[in-house]
Protein backbone atom coordinates (compact mmCIF):
# COMPACT_ATOMS: atom_id res chain seq x y z
CA UNK A 1 0.00 0.00 0.00
CA UNK A 2 1.10 3.53 -0.27
CA UNK A 3 2.97 4.86 2.56
CA UNK A 4 5.74 7.04 3.92
CA UNK A 5 7.97 5.92 6.73
CA UNK A 6 9.92 9.19 7.78
CA UNK A 7 13.08 8.46 10.08
CA UNK A 8 13.62 8.84 14.23
CA UNK A 9 13.40 11.14 16.11
CA UNK A 10 16.02 13.85 17.05
CA UNK A 11 17.49 16.10 19.90
CA UNK A 12 19.55 18.79 18.62
CA UNK A 13 21.26 22.14 20.38
CA UNK A 14 20.70 25.56 18.67
CA UNK A 15 22.72 26.49 15.97
CA UNK A 16 22.77 23.02 14.29
CA UNK A 17 20.58 21.26 11.79
CA UNK A 18 18.85 18.71 11.54
CA UNK A 19 18.35 16.41 8.70
CA UNK A 20 15.00 14.31 8.33
CA UNK A 21 13.77 11.86 5.97
CA UNK A 22 10.86 10.73 4.35
CA UNK A 23 10.63 6.82 2.40
CA UNK A 24 7.67 6.32 0.07
CA UNK A 25 6.87 3.07 -1.18
CA UNK A 26 4.02 1.66 -3.36
CA UNK A 27 3.42 4.31 -5.81
CA UNK A 28 5.52 5.84 -8.34
CA UNK A 29 7.99 7.86 -6.55
CA UNK A 30 8.34 11.09 -9.34
CA UNK A 31 5.13 11.19 -10.37
CA UNK A 32 4.04 12.83 -7.33
CA UNK A 33 5.05 16.16 -5.18
CA UNK A 34 5.98 15.88 -1.70
CA UNK A 35 5.16 18.30 0.95
CA UNK A 36 6.39 19.15 4.56
CA UNK A 37 4.57 20.38 7.43
CA UNK A 38 5.06 21.04 10.59
CA UNK A 39 3.58 21.48 14.02
CA UNK A 40 4.67 22.71 17.14
CA UNK A 41 3.48 21.37 19.87
CA UNK A 42 -0.27 22.24 20.80
CA UNK A 43 -0.09 24.38 18.07
CA UNK A 44 -1.54 24.34 14.16
CA UNK A 45 -0.21 22.66 11.07
CA UNK A 46 2.70 24.90 8.77
CA UNK A 47 3.19 24.39 5.84
CA UNK A 48 7.01 24.38 4.88
CA UNK A 49 7.43 23.84 1.34
CA UNK A 50 7.33 21.55 -1.43
CA UNK A 51 9.62 19.22 -3.52
CA UNK A 52 8.92 17.54 -6.97
CA UNK A 53 10.87 14.69 -6.74
CA UNK A 54 11.06 13.90 -10.64
CA UNK A 55 13.97 15.27 -12.11
CA UNK A 56 15.70 18.13 -11.16
CA UNK A 57 14.19 17.96 -7.80
CA UNK A 58 12.44 21.86 -7.86
CA UNK A 59 11.44 23.15 -4.51
CA UNK A 60 9.39 26.09 -3.28
CA UNK A 61 9.39 26.87 0.21
CA UNK A 62 7.56 29.03 2.56
CA UNK A 63 9.19 32.53 2.35
CA UNK A 64 9.79 32.16 6.16
CA UNK A 65 12.00 29.45 5.87
CA UNK A 66 14.04 30.76 2.95
CA UNK A 67 17.61 30.61 3.64
CA UNK A 68 17.44 28.36 6.23
CA UNK A 69 15.71 24.98 4.79
CA UNK A 70 16.71 22.47 2.05
CA UNK A 71 14.63 20.10 0.46
CA UNK A 72 16.02 16.99 -1.51
CA UNK A 73 14.94 14.16 -3.59
CA UNK A 74 16.78 10.58 -3.97
CA UNK A 75 14.86 8.38 -6.68
CA UNK A 76 17.61 5.69 -6.22
CA UNK A 77 15.61 5.40 -2.80
CA UNK A 78 12.28 7.12 -3.25
CA UNK A 79 13.26 8.85 -0.06
CA UNK A 80 12.73 12.93 0.47
CA UNK A 81 14.84 14.54 2.55
CA UNK A 82 14.50 18.11 4.82
CA UNK A 83 17.39 19.68 6.36
CA UNK A 84 16.60 22.63 8.53
CA UNK A 85 19.74 25.00 9.35
CA UNK A 86 20.50 27.13 12.34
CA UNK A 87 18.28 25.44 14.45
CA UNK A 88 15.99 27.14 17.37
CA UNK A 89 14.04 26.98 20.64
CA UNK A 90 11.07 27.46 18.13
CA UNK A 91 11.88 24.59 15.98
CA UNK A 92 10.59 22.09 18.44
CA UNK A 93 7.81 20.41 16.55
CA UNK A 94 6.88 17.18 14.88
CA UNK A 95 7.87 17.44 11.21
CA UNK A 96 5.49 15.28 8.61
CA UNK A 97 6.10 14.72 4.58
CA UNK A 98 2.56 14.94 2.78
CA UNK A 99 1.85 13.41 -0.59
CA UNK A 100 -1.67 14.78 -2.73
CA UNK A 101 -2.24 11.15 -4.01
CA UNK A 102 -5.41 10.04 -4.61
CA UNK A 103 -7.72 13.12 -4.47
CA UNK A 104 -6.00 15.60 -6.65
CA UNK A 105 -3.07 17.93 -6.18
CA UNK A 106 -3.89 20.41 -3.57
CA UNK A 107 -5.03 17.77 -0.57
CA UNK A 108 -2.75 15.71 1.73
CA UNK A 109 -4.44 12.10 2.08
CA UNK A 110 -1.03 10.42 2.26
CA UNK A 111 1.25 11.53 5.39
CA UNK A 112 4.47 10.35 7.17
CA UNK A 113 3.81 9.48 10.75
CA UNK A 114 6.04 12.47 11.94
CA UNK A 115 9.72 12.93 13.13
CA UNK A 116 9.77 15.08 16.35
CA UNK A 117 12.49 17.23 16.49
CA UNK A 118 13.85 18.82 19.64
CA UNK A 119 15.90 21.86 20.07
CA UNK A 120 17.42 22.46 23.50
CA UNK A 121 20.59 23.03 24.96
CA UNK B 1 -1.49 36.90 3.17
CA UNK B 2 -4.51 34.91 3.17
CA UNK B 3 -5.89 33.72 6.51
CA UNK B 4 -8.36 31.03 7.52
CA UNK B 5 -10.05 31.56 10.30
CA UNK B 6 -11.22 28.54 12.75
CA UNK B 7 -13.18 28.69 16.41
CA UNK B 8 -10.77 27.34 18.66
CA UNK B 9 -13.39 24.88 20.08
CA UNK B 10 -16.74 22.90 18.81
CA UNK B 11 -18.41 21.07 22.07
CA UNK B 12 -21.49 18.67 21.54
CA UNK B 13 -23.27 16.02 22.97
CA UNK B 14 -23.30 12.42 21.62
CA UNK B 15 -25.67 11.93 18.54
CA UNK B 16 -25.69 15.74 17.83
CA UNK B 17 -24.85 17.55 15.08
CA UNK B 18 -21.23 19.34 14.85
CA UNK B 19 -20.62 22.23 12.78
CA UNK B 20 -16.81 23.47 12.56
CA UNK B 21 -16.77 26.59 10.35
CA UNK B 22 -13.24 27.81 8.33
CA UNK B 23 -13.74 31.97 7.60
CA UNK B 24 -11.64 34.07 5.57
CA UNK B 25 -11.79 36.73 2.34
CA UNK B 26 -13.80 34.82 -0.72
CA UNK B 27 -13.36 31.50 0.37
CA UNK B 28 -15.98 30.67 -1.90
CA UNK B 29 -13.59 31.13 -5.17
CA UNK B 30 -11.55 28.40 -3.36
CA UNK B 31 -11.63 24.71 -3.04
CA UNK B 32 -11.38 23.67 0.80
CA UNK B 33 -10.12 20.60 2.37
CA UNK B 34 -10.64 19.17 5.93
CA UNK B 35 -8.66 16.95 8.34
CA UNK B 36 -9.13 15.38 11.27
CA UNK B 37 -5.91 14.81 13.73
CA UNK B 38 -6.63 12.59 16.91
CA UNK B 39 -3.66 13.45 19.92
CA UNK B 40 -0.06 11.97 18.55
CA UNK B 41 -1.10 10.59 15.08
CA UNK B 42 -0.67 12.41 11.66
CA UNK B 43 -3.72 14.37 10.14
CA UNK B 44 -6.44 12.43 8.38
CA UNK B 45 -7.98 13.68 5.02
CA UNK B 46 -12.02 13.37 5.66
CA UNK B 47 -12.91 15.97 3.36
CA UNK B 48 -11.76 17.31 0.49
CA UNK B 49 -12.56 20.14 -2.57
CA UNK B 50 -15.19 21.60 -0.61
CA UNK B 51 -17.72 18.45 -0.02
CA UNK B 52 -15.98 14.93 -1.34
CA UNK B 53 -15.22 12.60 0.67
CA UNK B 54 -12.11 9.92 0.62
CA UNK B 55 -13.02 6.65 0.79
CA UNK B 56 -13.51 4.91 4.36
CA UNK B 57 -15.05 8.47 5.41
CA UNK B 58 -18.13 7.96 6.67
CA UNK B 59 -20.83 10.04 4.82
CA UNK B 60 -21.70 11.91 8.57
CA UNK B 61 -18.98 13.95 7.63
CA UNK B 62 -20.15 16.29 5.50
CA UNK B 63 -18.44 19.65 4.11
CA UNK B 64 -19.77 22.87 2.41
CA UNK B 65 -18.56 25.80 0.86
CA UNK B 66 -20.75 28.18 -0.71
CA UNK B 67 -19.50 31.22 0.52
CA UNK B 68 -18.31 32.42 3.99
CA UNK B 69 -17.58 30.41 6.14
CA UNK B 70 -16.87 26.98 4.89
CA UNK B 71 -18.56 24.37 6.95
CA UNK B 72 -17.53 20.89 8.26
CA UNK B 73 -20.52 19.45 9.78
CA UNK B 74 -20.54 16.21 11.73
CA UNK B 75 -23.79 14.69 11.88
CA UNK B 76 -24.52 11.82 14.46
CA UNK B 77 -21.17 12.27 16.66
CA UNK B 78 -19.78 9.33 18.87
CA UNK B 79 -16.68 9.81 20.94
CA UNK B 80 -14.22 8.82 18.73
CA UNK B 81 -15.17 12.03 16.67
CA UNK B 82 -13.26 13.77 19.39
CA UNK B 83 -9.95 15.53 17.46
CA UNK B 84 -8.48 18.21 16.10
CA UNK B 85 -9.96 19.80 13.15
CA UNK B 86 -8.00 21.94 10.20
CA UNK B 87 -9.36 23.58 7.08
CA UNK B 88 -6.64 23.67 4.09
CA UNK B 89 -6.99 26.21 1.39
CA UNK B 90 -4.35 25.98 -2.08
CA UNK B 91 -3.87 30.13 -2.65
CA UNK B 92 -1.88 29.70 -6.31
CA UNK B 93 -1.58 33.74 -5.60
CA UNK B 94 0.80 33.27 -3.05
CA UNK B 95 4.15 32.78 -2.86
CA UNK B 96 2.88 30.53 0.34
CA UNK B 97 0.27 28.47 -1.28
CA UNK B 98 -0.90 26.28 1.45
CA UNK B 99 -2.83 27.61 3.88
CA UNK B 100 -3.76 26.32 7.20
CA UNK B 101 -6.33 27.04 9.51
CA UNK B 102 -5.41 27.28 12.73
CA UNK B 103 -7.91 24.23 13.87
CA UNK B 104 -10.93 23.54 16.14
CA UNK B 105 -11.05 21.18 19.53
CA UNK B 106 -13.93 18.94 19.11
CA UNK B 107 -15.09 17.94 22.08
CA UNK B 108 -17.32 15.37 22.60
CA UNK B 109 -19.71 15.45 26.21
Known amino acids: QVQLVQSGAEVKKPGASVKVSCKASGYIFTNYYMHWVRQAPGQGLEWMGV?????????RYAQKFQGRVIMTSDTSTSTVYLELNSLRSEDTAMYHC?????????????WGQGTMVTVSS | SYVLTQPPSVSVAPGQTARITCGAN??????VHWYQQKPGQAPVLVVY???DRPSGIPERFFGSNSGNPATLTISRVEAGDEADYFC????????????FGGGTKLTVL
Open chain 2, 49 to 51: DDG
Open chain 2, 26 to 31: NIGSKS
Open chain 2, 88 to 99: QVWDSSSDHPVI
Open chain 1, 51 to 59: INPNGGGST
Open chain 1, 98 to 110: ACPYYYGSRSFDI
